[in-house]
């Protein structure tokens, strides 16, 4: 058994934080009781810093890891694409794989208790079904021609055989608009919505919105210019076409339907969105945001309609750390008026309701398992982390 108490802890799932507080952990690190400390206390470990229940990354492509520090900031989708499509390769597999280990264990290290990540292969497979941490993998496909569809939807369901074999909960996910024919669009939806988990990037960019709103901009430029298919012109936000996508299954349910990134989101395909899907989370990775754009999602609007937030780090190809802090800080720096209790809501149970972990993780709650977290170098005046902010797990 551990007590172990720090100036301000966050129970999360809605309620206080408790200053002075003080949290008694079973050996297993089942949660036993949260509450104030009632003066000094025996057999406490007291921490300068706030605790949190494990953080869970709402969105990572663990298998970029080798790509840190290779990428240029400030490209758009197309200057990305194009960096992407010549790097991902460059690497030996043995490479990519200790790459990835080592940010799975550091992010462990530093509180992350569950991930939903994406894998386009299975470089990654071994090491996370040895992680101790929980990892949802979503098989992320693309691919921008009808004919090539059935191949990747072959492909596919076939590494998800595979993930399976080795214990991991994975199933195909679309990547996005801009990057599939409707075809496969369509099949990676369907496969998706069988599993009960999708996750899927959204409205990431302008380049993005014009591309299927009206057929022009960069990405449409770069597509034509390689002889690629692109996606039909709606005339509306990217977002209606992949929702008239879901709804053409006929197999929308409660299944979790994650979006990621949203940077250009806007009201009405917002609207259409939570009114269509029953279990809808939107997904913010701010520092991979203003690392290839410059910009960051409309978090004002999105908290105004009630979206279920979570935060994620993205990869390392866009993102110069995997550090779930750091976006936090992020946040603290270009949002200064959202609370830092409403933050973690978001980087901690949000991310465990959308991955269905709310039994077990997410909240300091008797009998659950989240993990334990400690952030150090508040700002305890502002209730702000700082520059200097860095977490650990205790437990
Ligand atoms: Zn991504």
Request: net charge negative; hydrophobic share 40%; charged share 25%.
């Amino acid at each position: 058994m551990r007590k172990i108490a720090a100036q301000y802890i966050f129970p999360l799932n809605g309620a206080s934080p408790i200053r002075n507080g003080v949290l008694t952990t079973d050996d297993d690190g089942t949660i036993l009781d949260v509450r104030e400390m009632s003066g000094e206390e025996e057999s406490t470990e007291f921490y300068n810093g706030i605790l949190v229940p494990g953080f869970v990354n709402a969105h990572c492509h663990l298998e970029l890891s080798h790509l840190h520090g290779k990428f240029e900031r400030g490209t758009g989708m197309a200057g990305f694409i194009r960096q992407i499509n010549a790097l991902r390769d460059g690497s030996g597999r043995d490479v990519k794989i200790d790459a990835a280990r080592e940010q799975l264990e550091k992010m462990y290290g530093e509180g992350v208790s569950a991930m939903a990540d994406i894998s386009n292969c299975n470089d990654t497979f071994e090491i996370k079904s040895a992680s101790r941490m929980y990892i949802r993998t979503f098989l992320e496909v693309f691919g921008t021609e009808p004919a090539d569809a059935p191949k990747i939807m072959e492909g596919v369901r076939s590494l998800a055989k595979e993930a399976y074999y080795i214990g991991l909960d994975a199933a195909p996910t679309p990547h996005s608009c801009y990057t599939m024919s409707p075809q496969l669009l369509a099949s990676a939806s369907s496969d998706a919505l069988d599993e009960g988990w999708l996750s899927y990037h959204n409205q990431e960019s302008m380049e993005e919105e014009l591309l299927i709103k009206e057929g022009r901009g960069a990405l449409a430029r770069d597509y034509k210019a390689r002889g690629l298919s692109t996606p039909p012109v709606t005339g509306a936000a990217a977002l209606h076409y992949f929702l008239d996508n879901l709804e053409k299954t006929g197999k929308l349910a409660d299944q979790n339907i994650l979006l990621v990134h949203n940077l250009f989101t806007d009201e009405s395909s917002m609207d259409r969105a939570i009114s269509l899907v029953k279990n809808l989370y939107w997904a913010v990775c701010p520092l991979s945001n203003l690392f290839i754009h410059n910009f960051l999602p409309p978090l004002e609007l999105m908290r105004a309609k009630g979206a279920v937030l979570t935060l994620g780090t993205d990869s390392l190809s866009s993102n110069d750390l995997l550090s779930m802090v750091d976006e936090i800080k992020c946040i603290n720096n270009y949002f200064p008026g959202i609370e830092l209790k409403e933050i973690f809501e978001w980087s901690s149970y949000n991310g465990a309701l959308f991955l269905g972990l709310e039994e077990s993780m997410g909240s300091f709650e008797k009998g659950k398992k989240p993990g334990v977290v400690l952030i150090e170098q508040v700002d305890w005046e502002n209730m702000k982390l700082t520059d200097c902010s860095s977490s650990t797990r205790l437990v």
